[in-house]
C-alpha cells in the first residue's frame, strides 16, 4: 500500500522528473512529508511566482516539462502568472497544487480556492483529483498534454485527502491519446504551392519563430534558410534560432525590431512564417502588416492561424515534419535569383540601428558583455526596455540562448527563471538582465540563489525608472511620467549583501570610451568568470530610450528611428 | 447567427472551456444546449460571429483536449431568440418547434 503522495512522486519519476520547485504549505504538506528520498529533488524558492518561473526556465533551457507545486489558496494563486505566461509562450509546465480536503471542498474552507477555475482559461488541460485511484492517470495525461504538439500549462489540483489515503499501486501508467479522424496535418502537396510561388518574381522574406525552436528542427531549418537565401528574421524568441552571422539575417523583427527586418517585412510579396504566432509586437497595425503579402504559415497548432490577418497557405504540423520536407523537395528546384530585392533589404543603409542608438551607453555595456560572455550561455531578460534592448543586441546562434517572458511581459521574471536554468545547466554561464523595477518583484530569490549557491551573474539596468512605461509617457502622453519614478530604489549594492551575493556598481560613463578601458573589460570579464554569484549594477540615463520603435497602432514601415527634438 | 455543434468527451471543464472560447471574446451567448450523445457529448452554441471569429473559435475549439469534433451551420433566427429550453427539450424539438 502507497500513499497518494507517494502514487505522485513515482508518477513524476516516470516521467523523467527528478527536479520540482516550490513551496510548502497546509493542503499539500504530505506531498512535502513524502519528498525524502522519493528521487525527486525539490527547489524550495521564496515566492510561488518564483518557483513557477523557475520551473519555466527549467523547462525553456531544456524544453523537458518543468514542474511547480504550491499550496491551496494563496500558494495555488500565487502561481496564476507564471501558468498565464507558459501558455502564453508555449512552455512545457505541471503545476500541481494541493487543494482542502475533498468534504471541505465548495465551503471556502480556509485556503481554499477553486484553482481549477481560476486557471481554466489559462490551461491547456487541467484536473481536479477525486479519487486516489485516479492519479496516475491524471499525472500521465497531464504530462502528455504540457509536452505534445503546441506545449503549454497544466494544473493538477489534489485534495489533501487524496494524498493521504493509501492504496495498492501497480506502477505508473502511460497515457494514449484518443485519436481524432480528422486531425489537421500537412500533407505533402504544400511544397509545390510554395515553391511555384517562389517561381514567380517576387520579394520573398523568412520569418521565424519560437515555434521553429521547440520543434528541434534547427538544423533543418537553417539549410533551407541557407537555399531559400532570402532575407530573414525572427521574433524575440527566434532568436538564435538563425545564425546571426548569415547573410540574409536581419535581427529581430517588429515593434522594437530592426528598421531592416520591419521594412523588408512591409515591402514583402511573399512571407514564409516558420512557427511564430504573429501577436500585435510582431505585425503592428494588423491591417497594415505586410500589405501586399501572401502569406505562408508553418503552424503545428491551427488555432494560431488567421489571428491577424489571414493567411493563403497554411502548413498544420510539427515543424519537424514539415520543414525537413519543404527543404529536401526544394532542394530538387532552381529557384530565382533573388540577389536583387536581397542586396535591397540587407543593405548597409538599413541594417543598422541609428548611430545615435550604438552610442548609447546602455547599448555598449550589453555588447560589452555579450561580447565578452563564454560560448553557449544562456541570457535571460527581464521586462521591459532592457528586454529590448538586450534582445536587440543578443547576437548568438545559441536557439536557447535567449530566455524572456516575451508573450505575457511578466515582470519579475527572469531572476527565479535565471534559477531554473542555471540548475538545468550547472556548467554554463547564466546572465540574468533586469530593469530595476522587475528585479524588485521577485528580489526575495537572491535568498534561493545564495542558498544553492548558483554562480548567476545579476545584472540590473538601473534607470531609476520604470523604463519603458516612462518612455511611452514621454513619447505619447506629454512627459507625464505619472507613477513611473523609482528614483527612491534601495541601494542594490546592500540588498545583494544583505542577501550574502558580491555585488557591485557601474556608472554609465565608463563606457563613453570606445573601446572601453582595459580595466572596465577586465571587471566584466571577472564577473563573467567568477565561480559565484554576483550582481552588477549599471547605472543607466533616466531617460535613455528604446529605438527603432513602432507606436502602438502604427505599420510597421512607420518606426520611429530616433525621438523627435523636444520643442 | 451561426450554431456551432461541438461533440466532446464529457471531462472536467470541457465544456466551461469550450463557452470560455466565446465569452472570453466578448461574445453574448444567446442559446447554449449540452446533451449526452450516444457515448460522447454535445453542444449546440448559437452565436453572432464575423468571419475571423467564426475561424478562430472553431480552430480554438478543436484545439481543446477532449473535443471531438466541430460542426458549424447557419440557423434560423427564431430557433435561438426564444427562452432557453427547459430540461427535456432537444434541440431538434426546438427547432422542430421554430419551423413550424
Known amino acids: ?567 | 447567427m451561426q450554431s456551432f455543434h461541438i461533440r466532446y468527451r464529457n471531462t472536467q471543464g470541457t465544456l466551461m472551456r469550450i463557452l470560455n472560447a466565446a465569452s472570453r471574446r466578448g461574445l453574448d451567448l444567446p442559446y447554449v444546449q449540452a446533451e449526452q450523445r450516444e457515448s460522447d457529448h454535445q453542444v449546440v452554441l448559437v452565436l453572432d460571429v464575423n468571419a475571423k471569429q467564426f475561424g478562430q473559435l472553431h480552430r480554438e475549439w478543436y484545439g481543446i483536449a477532449d473535443v471531438i469534433h466541430v460542426g458549424a451551420g447557419s440557423v434560423h433566427s427564431d430557433a435561438w431568440t426564444g427562452h432557453h429550453p427547459p430540461s427535456g427539450v432537444t434541440i431538434e424539438q426546438q427547432r422542430a418547434a421554430a419551423r413550424a
Not at chain 1, 500549462?153 to 492504496?167: E, F, G, R, W
Request: with cysteine; aromatic share 8%; hydrophobic share 40%.
Open chain 1, 1 to 567: 500500500m502507497l500513499k497518494g503522495a507517494d502514487i505522485v512522486l513515482q508518477c513524476l519519476r516516470a516521467e523523467g522528473v527528478d527536479l520540482v520547485f516550490g513551496y510548502p504549505g497546509g493542503a499539500i504538506m504530505p506531498l512535502y512529508d513524502a519528498l525524502d528520498g522519493s528521487g525527486v529533488r525539490h527547489i524550495l524558492t521564496r515566492h510561488e511566482q518564483g518557483a513557477v518561473f523557475a520551473a519555466e526556465g527549467y523547462a525553456r533551457v531544456t524544453g523537458k516539462v518543468g514542474v511547480a507545486m504550491a499550496t491551496s489558496g494563496p500558494g495555488a494563486t500565487n502561481l496564476v502568472t507564471g501558468i498565464a505566461d507558459a501558455k502564453m509562450d508555449s512552455v512545457p509546465l505541471v503545476c500541481i497544487t494541493g487543494q482542502v480536503r475533498s468534504a471541505m471542498i465548495g465551503t471556502d474552507a480556509f485556503q481554499e480556492t477553486d484553482v481549477f477555475g481560476v486557471t481554466l482559461s489559462l490551461t491547456k488541460w487541467s484536473r481536479l483529483v477525486r479519487s486516489i485511484d485516479e492519479i496516475p492517470d491524471v499525472i500521465a495525461e497531464g504530462f502528455y498534454w504540457a509536452r505534445s504538439g503546441r506545449p503549454g500549462p497544466v494544473v493538477i489540483d489534489i485534495p489533501t485527502d487524496m494524498l493521504k489515503a493509501k492504496k495498492e499501486f501497480s506502477g505508473p501508467v502511460k497515457f494514449k491519446p484518443h485519436a481524432r479522424p480528422a486531425d489537421a496535418k500537412a500533407d505533402g502537396g504544400f511544397t509545390d504551392t510554395i515553391i511555384a510561388l517562389l517561381q514567380q518574381p517576387s520579394k520573398p522574406v523568412a520569418l521565424v519563430g519560437a515555434g521553429a525552436k521547440l520543434s528541434g528542427a534547427i538544423p533543418e531549418l537553417r539549410r533551407l534558410l541557407d537555399t531559400l537565401n532570402i532575407p530573414t528574421f525572427a521574433t524575440v524568441h527566434g532568436l538564435g534560432a538563425v545564425v546571426p552571422e548569415a547573410p540574409y539575417y536581419l535581427g529581430m523583427v517588429g515593434m522594437h525590431g530592426t528598421r531592416a527586418a520591419n521594412m523588408a517585412l512591409h515591402e514583402t510579396d511573399l512571407l514564409l512564417v516558420f512557427g511564430a504566432r504573429l501577436d500585435d509586437r510582431v505585425t503592428g497595425d494588423p491591417s497594415r502588416f505586410a500589405p501586399h503579402a501572401k502569406i505562408v504559415h508553418f503552424e503545428i497548432d491551427p488555432a494560431q492561424l488567421d489571428r491577424v490577418r489571414p493567411c493563403e497557405i497554411p502548413v498544420i504540423g510539427d515543424l519537424a515534419e514539415t520543414i525537413p520536407a519543404f527543404e529536401s523537395e526544394l532542394r530538387r528546384h532552381k529557384l530565382p535569383d533573388f540577389s536583387g530585392w536581397r542586396s535591397v533589404a540587407c543593405g548597409a543603409d538599413r541594417a543598422q540601428l541609428d548611430p545615435r542608438g550604438l552610442a548609447q551607453p546602455t547599448i555598449r555595456f550589453l555588447d560589452e558583455l555579450f561580447s565578452r560572455l563564454p560560448k553557449d550561455s544562456v541570457i535571460l531578460a527581464d521586462v521591459g526596455q532592457h528586454q529590448m534592448w538586450a534582445a536587440q543586441r543578443f547576437n548568438s546562434g545559441s536557439p536557447r540562448g535567449f530566455i524572456t517572458s516575451g508573450g505575457l511581459g511578466a515582470m519579475g521574471f527572469a531572476l527565479p527563471a535565471a534559477v531554473g536554468v542555471q540548475l538545468a545547466k550547472p556548467d554554463t554561464c547564466v546572465l540574468c538582465v533586469s530593469g530595476d523595477g522587475g528585479f524588485q518583484m521577485n528580489i526575495q530569490e537572491l535568498a534561493t540563489v545564495h542558498r544553492l549557491g548558483l554562480p548567476v551573474k545579476m545584472v540590473i539596468i538601473d534607470n531609476k525608472y520604470l523604463g519603458m512605461v516612462r518612455q511611452w509617457q514621454q513619447l505619447f502622453y506629454e512627459r507625464n511620467y505619472a507613477e513611473t519614478d523609482l528614483s527612491d530604489n534601495p541601494d542594490f549594492v546592500d540588498i545583494a549583501k544583505a542577501y550574502k551575493i558580491p555585488s557591485f556598481r557601474m556608472k554609465e560613463d565608463v563606457m563613453r570610451e570606445f573601446p572601453v578601458s582595459q580595466e572596465t573589460g577586465d571587471q566584466i570579464d571577472r564577473f563573467l568568470r567568477s565561480p559565484d554569484p554576483e550582481l552588477l549594477v549599471f547605472d543607466c540615463a533616466p531617460e535613455a530610450n528604446v529605438f527603432p520603435m513602432v507606436p502602438a497602432g502604427a505599420a510597421l514601415s512607420e518606426m520611429l528611428l530616433e525621438e523627435e527634438p523636444t520643442q
